[in-house]
């Protein structure tokens, strides 16, 4: 059966011609604006509350719009991006050590495998030197030198030291001051906000996004609310796999749901494994722990040189040991990017040299720094990573070395937007790790908060004024009949939900799924194992219609219920990527096809084609996805065999 068919070319038309280093200067200036009077008669829903979607509620707030917030916590100051360690990247060049605006554009380009676009890559590497400061004006506590200077980390992928952070807890530090603004707006009524709802609908009329239906969590109540454009802030999709680093409550629905109305959805297929994580204990895991990237200045990963070896870490002498990224990757060492430390933490292990007691993990050991250091001085940088690490595993890391296997952490794809951030959809932007337009292939650490601070307070501020300025729009309000007949379809497929009463939790059928995911659209791909999945995830999707049983009613709290339609909308996505990652037939970044490697084992790109954006459209069930390809043209960082040795 035809798995896609393609469609017509696309492209992005509003990143302005010219220096890349003037195209933000120049589109803010062209960018439409809104009078201040006339922004208190506009409404923007934001879908979301973490760094994207709460730095965008609180400064378009600021700037007069009313704003309608929603988030399915119970608290704004829930959202994942709290989860968020290591730090955030700036090239504020403090260190003087080479850093700049270009270099943090090259490396950024480079470490998404020559698969992001040049244009909006800049705009992040030179809003960054914003956001710094922006966060220490609301008071965000980095980390500072003796001397009151902002201190800076080494993170893969640089040869710089730009990454700002407040020991391990820089997403939380980052998030409570994005809170902080967003509670201010919320007390001067510039901000509604909407905890405990979640979005299941988008609402278009006459082709433009207009609004989105929602579910009261607490009541069961489903509503339609209204407004002039609509913000979608709500994350990445990496639960897909069930086993992931991401809370248990994130999901894709609102991206899908919008995807369903004719939103493209690109680069799906692009999945970051974080080798730095706490490796699987059993069958019994519902999510899996990050150990922040930032542990890799100072730990050193290795494994026992023979197969096979049981014994004690403290047994192995050094020359028995094979601190392989030190050896294979000489310039970078253990600070190369994410998905290269993933697929050698994955090769070290299929050869039989793996540690503990699934023999899936390796060593990240502290035992020089803490020599050279002091542990007073671990303690400081890292110590409540340390302290997170042994109440799960029951190991000090300052005795024993930490084990540590990769795991499914960010999504580089996400809703094709262009350089305004606004989706092919009219009135529709995508903002964060809901979208994909920076981070290519892999994502380097450290940018995620960068992108999501830079999208929600500088960039789309600035160009969802030149949607907005367009109008005046039509108002509507939730008695529209496409306003009604997305809502009588949220109310359909709650109970065509409730109306299976199956024999099978909605959890069995998500791990299911997720042990599909892992096994053959991880961290390495095939032809075959792709087809594979494709037709078991179809099956076990048909099964779920099925066979699911979610207890209770609609009309009430119903974790179950939440579960079951974040569930079904993954059986969509997955398969979706399966695809994708099926048709680009070359090995980037986060993508790794078996049948596309180097002699040694490294990614090989096929620039010539496929160097562009996979923009995938959503047709009716049983018919072939449709592609359209955007073109990516690299003006200032050539595309070269991608090398960190």
């Not at 909006?120 to 590497?125: E, F, I, K, M, Q």
């Not at 606004?422 to 337009?437: K, R, T, W, Y």
């Not at 990527?577 to 990614?603: K, N, V």
Request: hydrophobic share 35%; net charge negative; glycine share 10%.
């Amino acid at each position: 059966m035809e798995l896609f068919t393609e469609g017509d070319p696309i492209a992005d038309t509003k990143a302005p011609a010219g220096p890349v280093e003037k195209r933000w200067e120049t589109r803010r200036f062209e960018a439409k604006l809104v009078n201040p009077a006339n922004r208190r008669k506009m409404t923007v829903i934001v879908v979301g509350t973490g760094l994207a979607g709460g730095s965008a509620a609180a400064t378009l707030a600021e700037q007069g719009y009313h704003v309608k917030s929603y988030c399915y916590q119970d608290s704004p100051r829930r959202a994942h991006s709290i989860a968020a360690q290591g730090g955030i990247n700036a090239a504020k060049n403090y260190r003087n050590d080479g850093d700049s605006v270009h270099r943090l554009f090259y490396d950024t380009v480079k470490g998404g495998d020559f698969r992001s676009r040049e244009s909006n890559v800049h705009r992040l590497a030179e809003v960054s030197v914003n956001i710094i400061d922006q966060c220490v004006a609301q008071g965000v506590p980095f980390a500072r030198e003796y001397g009151g200077l902002l201190d800076t980390r080494s993170f893969g992928g640089a040869q710089v030291q730009r990454t700002f952070y407040a020991r391990g807890q820089t997403g939380q530090q980052l998030l409570l001051g994005a809170y902080q603004a967003l509670e201010r707006q919320i007390g001067l009524g510039n901000v509604e906000m909407n905890a405990r709802h979640e979005m299941l609908e988008l609402v278009l009329v006459d082709g433009k996004a207009r609004g989105i239906v929602v579910r009261d969590l607490v009541t069961g109540e489903i509503s339609t609310e209204m407004a002039d454009a609509v913000v979608l802030a709500s994350g990445g999709y990496g639960n897909v796999f069930y086993l992931s680093t991401n809370a248990k409550g994130c999901n894709v629905t609102a991206t899908w749901r919008a995807h369903r109305k004719g939103a493209y959805f690109a680069n799906p297929c692009y999945t970051q494994i974080h080798p730095t994580c706490i490796p699987v204990s059993g069958d019994h895991q519902s999510k899996l722990t990050l150990m922040s990237e930032s542990l890799r200045n100072d730990g050193r990963v290795w494994v026992p040189k023979t197969k096979g070896d049981d014994r004690s870490p403290k047994d192995i002498g050094e020359d028995e040991r094979d601190y392989y990224l030190e050896r294979i990757y000489p310039s970078f060492g253990n600070l190369v990017p994410r998905d290269i430390a993933s697929r050698a933490a994955k090769n070290v292990c299929d050869e039989g040299r793996g540690v503990g007691p699934t023999k899936l993990g390796v060593y990240l050991d502290f035992a020089d720094a803490i020599g050279r250091l002091g542990r007073k001085a671990i303690e400081a940088k890292y110590g409540n990573l340390f302290e997170m690490y042994e109440r799960i595993t029951g190991e000090d890391p300052y005795e024993v070395p930490m084990r540590i296997y990769p795991a499914v952490h960010y999504t580089m794809g996400g809703l094709w937007v262009d350089y305004d951030l606004q989706s092919n959809i009219p009135g529709l932007f995508v903002i964060g790790e809901a979208n994909f337009s920076d981070h290519g292939a892999n994502r380097l650490g450290a940018s995620a908060l960068m992108q999501g601070l830079a999208d929600g307070y500088f960039v789309l501020p600035t160009t969802i004024a030149n949607y907005l300025a367009s109008g005046p729009l039509e108002k509507v309000d939730a008695s529209h009949p496409a306003a009604v007949e997305a809502r009588t379809d949220v109310e359909d497929r709650v109970q065509r939900l409730l109306a299976v009463d199956g024999d099978r939790t909605v959890d069995s059928f998500h791990r299911e799924l997720g042990q599909i995911m892992w096994e053959h659209c991880g961290m390495e791909r095939s032809e075959a194992g792709l087809r594979k999945a494709i037709d078991e995830i179809r099956a076990l999707r048909e099964q779920f219609w099925q066979r699911v049983k979610v207890s209770g009613t609609g009309e009430e709290l119903n974790q179950s219920l939440e579960k079951a339609g974040r569930v079904a909308d993954f059986f969509e996505l997955a398969e979706l990527m399966c695809i994708d990652a099926l048709h680009r037939e070359e090995s980037c970044g986060g993508h790794f096809r078996a049948e596309h490697q180097t002699p040694d084992g490294e990614a090989q790109r096929d620039d010539d084609r496929f160097a562009y954006v996979a923009a995938w459209e959503f047709t009716a069930d049983g018919e072939p996805s449709v592609l359209h390809k955007e073109d990516l043209k690299f003006e200032y960082v050539h595309p070269t065999q991608r090398s960190y040795k």
